[in-house]
């Protein structure tokens, strides 16, 4: 199971490091409203898929609360049939699907987890709820 922080699930983005900073910051920033998963990864650490309306919240590499985010919508597609609008909300600067793909698609190699066309890719997108200077506190996680 993924970590929770006052009862909610967290989300980490990316690998911790260089890459997890940029996208809490740019998910901070408002320039990230979306974020992809792997349907097998739920499937592996026994999670259920996020639902709309719920609050999830945004950890940094020491699972530390950096933001709460809270979930406007939940697809499972086909790697393949990721559409360019759901890429462009993730706010990595890809300038077309196919860099998109070939980006996330080296990504997930680089975890040892090949994707294929067929790969079941969750695509989530949210709104940022709430944030603050390291954090926000456990007491703004319903806010």
């Known amino acids: 199971m993924w970590p929770r922080i006052g009862g909610l699930r967290s ?7 260089e890459l997890r900073a940029r996208l809490n910051t740019l998910v901070l920033a408002g320039v990230k409203t979306a974020t ?13 898929l996020e639902q709309v309306g719920e609050r999830l919240t945004l950890v940094d590499d020491h699972d530390e609360l950096v933001g709460v985010v809270e979930v406007t919508g939940v697809e ?3 790697f393949a049939d990721v559409p360019w609008d759901f890429a ?11 860099e998109w793909r070939e980006g996330h698609g080296a990504y997930w190699a680089r975890q040892g987890i090949p994707v294929t066309d067929d790969t079941q890719i969750v ?8 944030a603050g200077d390291g954090g926000v506190s456990a007491g703004d996680l319903g806010t």
């Open 11 to 17: 989300l980490a983005l990316g690998t911790p490091g």
């Open 36 to 48: 992809a998963g792997l349907i097998s990864e739920y499937a592996q650490e026994n999670e259920e």
């Open 76 to 78: 499972a597609v086909r």
């Open 88 to 98: 462009r909300s993730e706010g990595e600067g890809d300038r077309s699907i196919e």
């Open 123 to 130: 695509c989530i997108r949210f709104r940022l709820v709430s």
